[in-house]
């Protein structure tokens, strides 16, 4: 065999080897390492995926009072709660995807994937995931052809890889979170505009090249709309290096417009405003939560003095975390190395340029948006620059190591330096991943969910065949609620005299309040004294579930509210409590009605 006829023959080993890596990887994350979803942005993009599978379009099973509030505001006082859960919040593009992906598994049936007896992960959850999971799959490979033909197959190579061992990626994935959608619709984006910038150079027409790049930005901010913060910094310096210049920037700007129109539109109708109920995230960036103007009624002030700095300040904080924003690829931080090397050809020097601005405006609208939760958080960009920076970075370490002696003396070590790249971001990962998958094979069936917070079939169990289709739940997890009990769940107001208010709209509309649903998210998850300030009026009922753990031995669980003056209003409308245990955390579902009535 000739040295082409083998050299071939290892390129295809590689390659094959690392598909078949990446399937198992698939394989195990949505079944022995997976513990269901965890993120309440995902849970509540799923339940209205199942609506639109259902035929009944972006509608949300989430009540939020500021939803309710923007509604009757707009109509007058005429709205009901049906109208305030008409989506105003999420981008809608995921919904709509995974709406197509649940009807073609029969999803829209609630009564059919209800979980077994002793199972405990939803199996909804897997289709979620295993959707963002082949997203990311689909992301690696358009960047494996746009870092071939930004450097070479090796370093493309390097950087599948980096993306393969990429446990945020996967983490990400497993959460319900668009983000590896957005992922994918980023870097093919990326690669339309990069293959602008090179026509550009070579002479060419780029046209066709930034309108497709235009197209997929524009489906980028549909998936998120955070995204638009990007598409900024790309219209600007779209204008300065495709030509004819400013062309393909106001194609972008356009396409953008072009594709929220209609969400906007919406918006107006059933809320008010442009922004919807999603408007009110700046509260997450500049008030530090955005939960305390989602759960009132009234309208809250925004404090927007010394806003420049005040975004600034955020912006340069999210560099100390950077490392674990863009998933500990160590390669990707050196990209701010390589914005100082003379690269040879004009087009991947520009691109970088276009991949720096399109960060920093994105860091501003983190820094504006908030970025609550870390690298976990539903609003973090950071990671969708991650593979595209990290193939910049590699590309200046190869530059580094080249001008090193040893590395041309010794032939095995001209590549060390990647080796060594994906080692230190993989190992972390890698050396944990055989544990974790040992102890859930340990488990067999009782693989444990996300709980605290989330019991996927205590929720079912306790609030399915108690609570009618028509009823509504109220709850500290009202995603949950929704996406696990398909029920419409109200999320708790700041005040019992606004839980009464929107009691008293139910019972009108006929779609009456029949519990009240305390979990470990608002007193087991937080500190005592956070849950203090977001539920003060109910902190007894919070205290509820740990008093009752606390008198498990006693003749008669006893309850912290039930001494409690304030909540006499409350048990005259919800005076049958029920303790739920999980795995030793405890729930409370306080009812209208016995349970069996």
């Known amino acids: 065999m000739n040295q082409n006829g083998s050299a071939n023959l290892a390129t295809l080993t590689l390659r094959a080897t690392f598909f078949i890596l990446l399937l198992v990887m698939a394989v195990l994350h949505v079944t022995s390492l997976f513990r269901g979803l965890d993120s309440a942005h995902g849970m509540e993009q799923a339940a209205i995926a199942r609506e639109v599978a259902r035929g009944n379009g972006l509608v949300t099973k989430v009540l939020r009072p500021a939803s309710i509030r923007q509604n009757r505001e707009a109509t007058n006082e005429t709205g009901t709660l049906a109208d305030a859960c008409k989506n105003t919040y999420h981008a809608p593009l995921q919904p709509l995807l995974l709406g197509a992906v649940f009807r073609a598994q029969g999803a829209q049936n609630f009564e059919a994937w209800r979980p077994g007896k002793n199972e405990y992960i939803y199996q909804l959850d897997r289709v979620v995931a295993g959707f963002s999971i082949v997203c990311m799959m689909l992301a690696i490979g358009v960047t494996y052809l746009l870092v071939c033909r930004i450097f070479d197959a090796r370093i493309a190579s390097t950087t599948a890889l980096l993306m393969l061992f990429c446990e945020l990626f996967w983490k990400m994935s497993m959460s319900g979170l668009p983000q590896m959608l957005m992922l994918l619709l980023f870097t093919c984006g990326c690669y339309f505009a990069y293959r602008a910038i090179e026509a550009s150079e070579e002479g060419g027409l780029p046209i066709l090249h930034a309108l497709l790049a235009a197209v997929f930005f524009a489906l980028l901010c549909l998936t998120h709309w955070l995204a638009i913060w990007i598409v900024i910094g790309y219209a600007v310096m779209a204008a300065l290096f495709i030509k004819p210049r400013g062309v393909a920037g106001i194609i972008a700007l356009v396409a953008v417009i072009a594709a929220v129109i209609v969400p906007v539109l919406q918006n107006i109708k059933v809320s008010g405003n442009p922004g919807g109920t999603a408007v009110l995230v700046l509260f997450e960036g500049l008030a530090g939560s955005e939960e305390y103007a989602m759960r009132s009624l009234e309208t809250i002030p925004l404090n927007l003095r010394q806003l420049a700095i005040h975004v600034l300040r955020l912006s340069v ?25 003379p690269f040879k050809r004009a087009s991947i020097s520009h691109f ?3 991949l720096l601005v399109m960060w920093i ?16 958080s539903p609003n973090q960009l950071h990671l969708l620059f991650a593979p595209l920076m990290g193939a910049y970075g590699l590309a200046m370490l190869s530059v580094l190591w080249s001008r090193l002696e040893f590395p041309k003396t010794i032939p095995l070590m001209s590549h060390a330096h990647l080796a060594l790249v994906v080692v230190i971001s993989a190992s972390p990962f890698m050396l944990r991943m055989p544990f974790d998958v040992l102890n859930s094979l340990s488990s067999g069936e009782n693989i444990a969910p996300n709980y605290p917070p989330y019991a996927p079939s205590i929720l079912d169990s306790s609030i399915v065949d108690y609570a009618d289709k028509n009823e509504i739940i109220a709850s500290d997890q009202p995603w949950a609620v929704a996406w696990y009990a398909d029920r419409r769940s109200l999320w708790l107001p700041i005040k019992l005299s606004e839980l009464e208010t929107i009691e008293n709209i139910a019972d009108a509309e006929e779609t009456p309040i029949v519990g009240v649903l305390t979990t470990p998210i608002s ?4 500190p005592l004294t956070e849950t203090a300030g977001f539920y003060g009026e109910y902190l007894s009922l919070m205290l509820d579930g740990w008093a009752a753990l606390a008198t498990s031995t006693s003749p008669e669980r006893r309850l912290v509210s039930k001494e409690d ?19 030793s955390s405890p729930m409370v579902l306080y009812t209208s009605r016995s349970p069996g009535s």
């Open 361 to 376: 405006t994105a860091t501003l609208g983190m820094a504006l948006f908030g970025l609550k939760g870390g690298e976990n």
């Open 523 to 526: 007193s087991g998850t937080r």
């Open 565 to 583: 003056r304030e909540l006499k209003g409350f048990y005259s409308r919800y005076p049958f409590p029920r303790v739920l245990f999980f795995r």
């Open 352 to 354: 970088r340029w276009v």
């Open 317 to 341: 904080m999210q560099t100390k975390d950077l490392y674990a924003y863009f998933g500990a690829i160590i390669a990707a931080p050196i990209f701010f190395v390589a914005l100082f090397h």
